[in-house]
């Protein structure tokens, strides 16, 4: 059973930084590409970023480019989200997602297989 396990989230201030952590289990995890998504109340969830199985390729939205990196250590298993420079805009509940291609680019919610159940980030001014 594949279970993907969200951790970090927790109250930041405007400007600051914070890193989430999601543990995987029950899937060859190199195999996957893993991706960070997000959903602020009221709208609907969004790709922020995403990494492929061995590493080296990652994608990112435009609102984090610049400001957020991820990475990921297959020996543990882990894929992390590190977040700089955060905006009020950055709150919301942050879900760890993966695919079975090793090497996927999308951006749908659809086209990801698992999911956590989030984590929520919490930006304050």
């Known amino acids: 059973q594949v279970q993907l396990v969200e951790s970090g989230g927790k109250l930041v201030q405007a400007g600051g930084s914070l890193r989430l952590s999601c543990a995987a289990s029950?899937?060859?995890?190199?195999?996957?590409?893993m991706a960070w998504f997000r959903q602020a109340p009221g709208k609907e969830r969004e790709f922020v970023a995403s990494?492929?199985?061995?590493?080296?390729?990652?994608y990112f939205a435009d609102p984090v480019k610049g400001r957020f990196t991820i990475s990921r250590d297959n020996p543990k298993n882990t894929v992390y989200l590190q977040m700089n420079s955060l905006k009020i805009e950055d709150t919301a509940v942050y879900y760890c997602a993966a695919n079975r291609e090793g090497y996927y680019s999308g951006t749908s919610t659809g086209e990801y297989h698992y999911w956590g159940q989030g984590t929520q980030v919490t930006v304050s001014s």
């Open positions: 990494i492929a199985g061995r590493g080296g390729r990652v």
């Open positions: 029950g899937l060859a995890f190199s195999s996957y590409t």
